[in-house]
Antibody, heavy 121, light 112 residues
Framework: EVQLVESGGGVIHPGGSLRLSCAAS????????MTWVRQAPGKGLEWVSV????????YYADSVKGRFIISRDNSKNTLYLQMNSLRVEDTALYYC??????????????WGQGTTVTVSS | QSALTQPASVSGSPGQSITISCTGS?????????VSWYQQHPKKAPQLIIY???KRPSGISSRFSGSKSGNTASLTISGLQAEDEADYYC????????????FGGGTKVTVL
């Protein structure tokens, strides 16, 4: 079964760091465009970051650029999001999602259940 | 890059058809056939229901259809059913790899 399972969320103080994990099964993370999308409480979806196949090209939303790092461990078939210098406005449910093999902007067809990050003093 | 514009809510009676609009710009929706739509039920993850403007993933009901005219994409749900009550989000390629994808603000569909 094709599945994504996120973990690593929690409550953290502003300025702190957290690493989210997204374990994949039923397909290979390194062969797909993998993304993180977040949803603040009661709000809509916001694209956060993407990791391309092959050459490890990465892109980030302006709101997290310079603070977040997306990566993967092929041996564990797992995607990560290292979040540094966290702000209150980073509070959200974080989803990982699989992008179309041609590019994630063609559509994201597999989503995890999400992991919650709360940044609060 | 600004979020795509969707109506906050749309409602309809069972069996009716409803249409949700998604307005972007000539830099995103208007320039690329890379609009997708996602359905999200409460407390659930989003689900892809339309991609590349008009295509449906395997297993998605034919009651869902997509279209585009100029800078505005649309999602039509025909034969509205109670299970269609959910939030719907459009998404478009932002026109530049550094921009990524842009989501709409979401539309709450209520089945009366």
């Amino acid at each position: 079964e094709v599945q994504l399972v996120e973990s690593g969320g929690g409550v953290i103080h502003p300025g702190g760091s957290l690493r989210l994990s997204c374990a994949a099964s039923g397909f290979t993370v390194s062969s797909n465009y993998m993304t993180w999308v977040r949803q603040a409480p009661g709000k809509g979806l916001e694209w956060v970051s993407v990791l391309y196949t092959g050459d490890h090209t990465t892109y980030y939303a302006d709101s997290v650029k310079g603070r977040f790092i997306i990566s993967r461990d092929n041996s564990k078939n797992t995607l990560y999001l290292q979040m540094n210098s966290l702000r209150v406005e980073d509070t959200a449910l974080y989803y990982c999602a699989r992008g179309d093999i041609r590019g994630y902007y063609y559509g994201m067809d597999v989503w995890g259940q999400g992991t919650t990050v709360t940044v609060s003093s | 890059q600004s979020a795509l514009t969707q109506p906050a809510s749309v409602s309809g009676s069972p069996g009716q058809s409803i249409t949700i609009s998604c307005t972007g710009s000539s830099s995103d929706v208007g320039s690329y056939n890379l609009v997708s739509w996602y359905q999200q039920h409460p407390k659930k993850a989003p689900q892809l229901i339309i991609y590349e403007v008009i295509k449906r993933p395997s297993g998605i009901s034919s009651r869902f259809s997509g279209s585009k005219s100029g800078n505005t994409a649309s999602l039509t749900i025909s034969g509205l059913q109670a299970e269609d009550e959910a939030d719907y989000y459009c998404c478009s390629y932002g026109g530049d790899t550094t921009v990524g994808v842009i989501f709409g603000g979401g539309t709450k569909v209520t089945v009366l």
